[in-house]
């Protein structure tokens, strides 16, 4: 109580100061221009967002009407969406009036205070307050030079920000970790099993902005029966538990299931509640982080699909203006001390169910002049450190004994024929497992002959790929591919090995592909032993900045990265219903992954787990579960793994063929002209030879 009340008083103090600033700048005596502009626009957003928080406080939230809440949000969210591009918050704007030694940072600072609303409604008062303080003090800082009629420095504003961060780096950590595994932390769950979900209002409640998408989608399951409802939230949860018992994993100490889920799906989160508590498992929900320190390039958490994409891109690396090794190592330190915090619920977590959606228009980012970028010490230092947080991580929750599960569902978004395609979705969702199980053995049994398996794009695709598999040594008891159904991966059908990297070459050609949050044209990737030795797409007219895309957003930064993962996707179910309503792009890797065969970058499916023994239903052990870059995990472990997996799918219509050649140089074919050929496997080519 007394640290409450410690940062109540400290709370007042900041809002009496930024109260004050409209009053000060109003006769454009104290700060004339476009800092005027800059400061009054700020702490007018600020002042609104309080009186918002003491609303709250003396009021129900149901005095508001539908209209009013809305209204109020897109009030509070314009910034970052009408008008962006000559707002503060983005990078070339604030570049445009400041210069860029000052409008980086002040848009980094604009974005943040942007970003705060989120926290205000999720309780994270200290979050807000440290934020409140630190854009005082900044603003003291010009008001102060002024009466000098000078400027501050700009390096004095980028050490307020990097204290800001280093500083209160153990408290932005450990509320974070608390949020993702303290049950009863986040006011999330309480909002999905307590309100009156017939009443949209609800959807406010969580401080995310809220766009006709959640609206609607809301809406919709609130017009499904509870029979279909508890049927999606069965899938859901069935799957995620049959991933424990495939992979032979026990649940004997696990307590809690972490659910990422999206605004608008509610019901099924409800049902889902108690479905997993009747298994002994207590969810836990947790919102996008918005702090510089915990936020990543793709937003994790219970969310909706966001006010404005190009606003996260444009600001996913601003930790590049402050980023260097002791900042780093603190941040290690405070992830240790919140794990140690967090102990108990970390260690009886059994892993992730997401729930993932779909629909709105690829996103192809515009590549800001302005926008920060890590240099290349910078992209090293955090590749280092990203690995030892993933060790840290691995110290208290081994990845061998967790599990996982991922499903996805469309929104309004993917067009007039949404419910249409929710049905059809609902049904790839729930196809048949066994049927599927027995053919994709039937693939498996010829894979595993063979030496490397070739794949040849048809035009306009241009791969041409050769994929070493490692060599069997019991083939009564072993195979190379694991038969993947509706479990950890929802929906069913693909079979996937970690391939062997040496030998494993040619060009890998995705002509229109949506991955890690960004639309790709013509990505071309190149490889040699295994490894990305050149890169290229057709995103923009500028050559450097489509490479600088790539390893940015796709690479992580790194020069190279290696294939992690072949498979061949055989949901031809899905694949047609995609091909009906046009709908490919929209797709989510989840689904495309099973659509026709893909290459994974990055990590192998099994990284940090490889000791772990895998089976297939037909009691064989699955043993590509390393390449030779994992092999080096027991003698250096930092450059063993990368810490990213991206799935790229070639779609059916684009293969020429997929053939794997066995120790004899025989050939048999798998998919000719994107057509099923092996005996067997013929009825997949039902859904694909439908009008």
Known sequence: MIENTFLEERYQLAMARIREIPGELSDGQVLKDNWAVYFLKLSGWIIKADDFRIWMKMHDWKERTLEEWEDFYKDIYEPVMGGYDRGFADPDGCVRCFGKEYGQLLSFLASEVYRSFCDMMMGNSEAVLILWEVFTEIYTMFVYDAQEQSLPKAEDIRSVIYWY??????????????????PDFSPIKSIIMSEDLTDLRYLYRFGEYVSDTELKTAEYLNGMSQEKIDRIADTFVEGYLRGFEVNRISLVDKHY?????????????????????????????????????????????????????????????????????????RHLAALRKAYEECRPWVCANAGPACFETFGEEPFAPE????????????QKLESEFSNLQAVLAEEFRKSSEISFTIIAFPTPDIGEDFEEIFEEIIKVNTLDNAEYQSIQQKIIDVLDKGRYVYIRGKAPNKT????????????????????????????????????????TEGLLHATSVYLNGIHFKDLMLRFADGKIISY????????????????????????????????????????????????????????????????????????????????????????????????????????????????????????????????????????????????????????????
């Open 367 to 378: 590549m800001k002049e302005n926008a920060c970028h890590m240099s290349s010490k910078q």
């Open 536 to 691: 290229s797409c057709g995103n923009s007219e500028d050559e450097e900045h489509n490479k600088r895309l790539i390893k940015d957003y796709l690479m992580v930064g790194r020069d190279t990265l290696p294939i992690g993962e072949f498979a061949i996707g055989t949901n031809t179910t899905a694949y047609a219903a995609a091909e009906k309503y046009h709908m490919i792009e929209r797709l989510p890797i989840l689904i495309v992954e099973k659509t026709g065969p893909h290459f994974a970058i990055g990590d192998t499916c099994y990284s940090r787990a490889e000791e772990h023994p895998i089976y297939n239903p037909d009691g064989k052990e699955m043993i590509a579960r390393e390449n030779e870059i994992s092999a080096r995990r027991g003698e250096e472990e930092f450059n063993a793994y990368f810490n990213c997996h991206t799935d790229i799918t070639i779609p059916y219509d684009e293969i020429g063929e997929i053939v794997v050649v066995d120790q004899d140089e025989n050939m048999i074919s798998i998919i000719r002209d994107g057509r099923f050929v092996l005996d067997g496997t013929e009825s997949l080519n039902i859904p694909l030879n439908k009008d």
């Open 257 to 329: 299931v972490t659910i990422r889920g999206s605004l608008g799906f509610e019901r099924v989160f409800r049902s889902a509640v108690e479905k997993f508590r009747s298994h002994g498992l207590e969810p836990v929900f947790f919102p996008a982080s918005t702090t510089i320190l915990n936020r990543r390039q793709i937003r994790i958490g219970y969310q909706g699909k966001g006010a404005n994409p190009q606003f996260e891109f444009d600001h996913c690396k601003d930790k590049a203006l402050f980023y260097d090794r002791p900042l780093a190592s």
């Open 464 to 503: 041409v790929m050769k994929v070493h598999l490692h060599p069997l040594t019991d083939p009564e008891k072993q195979t190379l591919f694991e038969n993947c159904c509706a479990d950890v991966n929802i929906p069913v059908g693909e079979v996937f090995t970690s391939p062997k990297l040496s030998g």
């Open 165 to 182: 961060v280093s500083d209160y780096s153990e408290e932005m950590t450990s509320w974070r970790m608390h949020e993702q595994f303290d």
